[in-house]
């Protein structure tokens, strides 16, 4: 689909530092496109929608320099590989290459032969370099140009240490996805999960931290105690999370930064999900007392909880809307569980689900618009309403998916998918807001619990 834009606009960032103008190669000529044509966009609720096609040759270095992440030249093939999975998981674009794309040289990244690709059919180029610094860092460069017009759309510089070259590659990614598509980035976030192995009844549980698409994973426990539903603070620097340290079910803050975790609440049975308030300053849990669980806050610096929700029965899962204002949540109150919002203080509690089954592990998006949650009635299946309940959607349609997390943009959710049998193996996937765009996430051993980091800074 194509809509009406004039571009261009040179605007290089950085990671460590920022590109300059003068970094890049050759300073292409700024065109407008006149208002009567049209430059490439993207549709992303229209699953009939053809995936837009996109070249991506390998990204040319003007030196080969060999770094402590290897060759800059190797480094550019790997960049351009990991921006053609980036835009191909999305669900909405067919890259080409860098497999199988004539390789440029590095004169041509700002002056593309344009005639040459119009022979490819595709419809949009993503062109780029590697070069590496005097002060050891690296300059990643990043063009998107419209074939059919032979114009550029954008372009990104990014400044980053060598270890940190697929950070550059997601930031590319980000760039041209949301110049196509309008939507928000997401390829540069993290994702926080349980990695889990052995046999269903003796599970080692650890807390683990990967990028969006599986890679950079390390272990952050070393499973001598079971961990469950982690969750990102809104700075991403801390990761709240329940433990059975020395045999006490307890909630925990892992410090990123420094690798210590401290003590937050103890003696916590029935805690689920503990999910930071949109401002970092309040962690809400459940804790049962007398046999009775309710949902609670506390300040994310500890201090005494403060009781939100007393209804007779099971109150858990709760989960802030963005502006801090309204609480999701989950409560057997009515006879089997379902979901309710409330007043960020407790008060105003109004039920939202009414279709068949129960519902689950409420998340509301980052957008605001959406909650997403497990429905459970012939299998367990992630779903989507609004606020007020209206416009429920089923996402997935698999035995056991569960507990979804939402990307940065609100566009994707990260869930885990449970196997039927003895074993106790599950996974984690992603799927779009289409419905029709799930993938498993490759991580080394099974995961459960997925919890969607912000973007990072």
């Known amino acids: 689909m194509r809509a009406q834009i004039i571009a261009v606009a040179m605007l290089p960032i950085g990671i460590v530092g920022s590109a300059t103008a003068q970094e890049v190669p050759v300073a292409p000529p700024v065109i407008s496109v006149p208002q009567d044509e049209e430059i490439l966009s993207v549709d992303v609720t229209n699953v009939a929608a053809q995936d837009l096609t996109i070249l991506i040759p390998p990204m040319p270095t003007a030196q080969i320099v060999s770094t402590p992440a290897g060759s800059t030249d190797a480094l550019g093939r790997q960049i351009s590989q990991v921006i053609a999975d980036n835009l191909r998981n999305s669900g909405l674009f067919r890259p080409l290459g860098p497999t199988g794309v004539r390789a440029i040289p590095y004169g041509e990244v700002s002056a593309p032969d344009f005639p040459y690709w119009r022979g490819a059919t595709a419809q949009a180029l993503v062109q780029g370099f590697v070069r590496a610094n005097g002060d050891g860092n690296l300059t990643v460069g990043c063009y998107l140009y419209d074939i059919a017009l032979g114009t550029e759309l954008t372009r990104q510089g990014f400044v980053v240490r060598p270890s940190e070259w ?4 997601h930031k590319c990614s980000d760039t041209i996805y949301t110049r196509l598509t309008g939507e928000g980035p997401y390829f540069d976030s993290r994702v926080v999960y349980i990695s889990e192995t052995g046999p269903k009844n003796r599970r080692i549980k650890r807390l683990a931290i990967m990028d969006q698409d ?13 961990v469950l539903t982690p969750r990102f603070s809104p700075d991403e620097r801390r990761i709240a999370y329940m433990s059975y340290q020395n045999d006490k079910p307890s909630l925990y803050v892992y410090d990123l930064a420094n690798g210590t975790q401290r003590l937050l609440v103890t003696n916590v ?3 689920f999900a503990p999910r930071f308030s949109p401002d970092g300053r309040w962690i809400l849990f459940t804790m049962s007392v007398a046999g009775n669980a309710d949902v609670y806050r506390i300040p994310a610096t500890g201090g005494t909880p403060q009781r939100l929700t007393t209804a007779p029965g099971i109150d858990t899962g709760g989960s802030y809307s963005p502006d801090g204002s309204k609480i999701v949540f989950e409560s057997d109150r009515s006879g089997s569980q379902q979901l309710y919002v409330m007043n960020a203080d407790g008060s105003n509690q109004q039920r939202i689900s009414f279709g068949g089954g129960r519902y689950a592990t409420p998340s509301w998006s980052p957008r605001g618009d959406l909650i997403a949650f497990t429905r459970m009635g012939g299998g367990f299946r992630i779903g989507v309403m609004s606020p007020s309940g209206g416009g429920e959607k089923l996402l997935t349609d698999a035995w056991g998916d569960e507990g979804p997390s939402w990307s940065p943009n609100g566009r994707v ?7 039927q049998g003895r074993e106790g193996k599950a996974d984690v ?8 765009n799930a993938r498993r996430i490759p991580t080394p051993l099974d995961g459960s619990d997925p919890a969607w980091g912000p973007l990072r800074p």
């Open 166 to 169: 697929r950070r550059a590659a």
């Open 214 to 226: 599986g890679a950079n994973h390390r272990f952050l426990t070393n499973g001598q105690s079971i």
């Open 269 to 271: 049975s029935m805690a």
């Open 413 to 419: 959710l990260m869930f885990y998918r449970g196997a």
């Open 429 to 436: 996937w992603s799927v779009d807001l289409t419905g029709t």
